[in-house]
């Protein structure tokens, strides 16, 4: 398997664009998260995803941010509009039965000018 | 409030020393713990996973948890300078599916 995709890896953009993340999680993992990454506040979970229902969205910061998984296969996080303070790296990570086991994207880079 | 503590560092050792990561954990109902490496510019991904109480070795790692005490920890043994890296302590509450993730601590095996 690939493993989990996430598009682009890298964006830049100015304040006031609309950003859209994208993920294509493991096939056959049936939990989806979106985290957001920065120096000052670490790794926080932004929303998951079971059975591409929406579970949990209270990390979202704001109506900002809105996430979709219109199914087993692909997620996207938008982000309209836009802030300088959104700057930071975006991981997509699901898990499936077992463990409990996150499996990390490469991670989507996104500066907002 | 679900929290995950770790020092942040960083944590300095010489190679071939131990390094010693500790996670301290509020939720005395947590199950599952686990331990992820990061390394600069790249995603975590997973080391070590525990439920039991005590040691769980697998190579030059050694996770150990304490329920009692509420803490989980992860000794590297004969550090080498590639072992240098961010670790997330990750549990698992009690019930659920989805981790809180500590701060993570820096690691530098400096040779």
């Known amino acids: 398997d690939a493993g989990v995709i996430q598009s682009p890896r890298h964006e830049v953009t100015e304040m006031g664009q609309e950003v859209t993340l994208r993920c294509k999680p493991i096939s056959g993992h049936d939990y989806l998260f979106w985290y957001r990454q920065t120096m000052m506040r670490g790794l926080e979970l932004l929303i998951y995803?079971?059975?591409?229902?929406?579970?949990?969205d209270s990390g979202m910061p704001e109506d900002r941010f809105s996430a979709k998984m219109p199914n087993a296969s692909f997620s996207t996080l938008k982000i309209q509009p836009s802030e300088p303070r959104d700057s930071a790296v975006y991981f997509c990570a699901s898990s499936g039965p077992g463990t409990g086991e996150l499996f990390f994207g490469e991670g989507s880079r996104l500066t907002v000018l | 409030q679900k929290e995950v503590e770790q020092n942040s560092g960083p944590l300095s050792v010489p190679e071939g020393a131990i390094a010693s990561l500790n996670c301290t954990y509020s939720d005395r109902g947590s199950q599952s713990f686990f331990w992820y490496r990061q390394y600069s510019g790249k995603s975590p991904e997973l080391i070590m996973f525990?439920?039991?109480?005590g040691d769980k070795e697998d190579g030059r790692f050694t996770a150990q948890l304490n329920k009692a005490s509420q803490y989980v920890s992860l000794l590297i043994r004969d550090s080498q300078p590639s072992d240098s890296a961010t670790y997330l302590c990750a549990v698992h509450p009690g019930g659920s599916y989805i981790p809180t993730f500590g701060r993570g601590t820096s690691l530098i095996v400096h040779p």
């Open positions: 525990i439920y039991s109480n």
């Open positions: 995803f079971n059975n591409n229902v929406p579970i949990d």
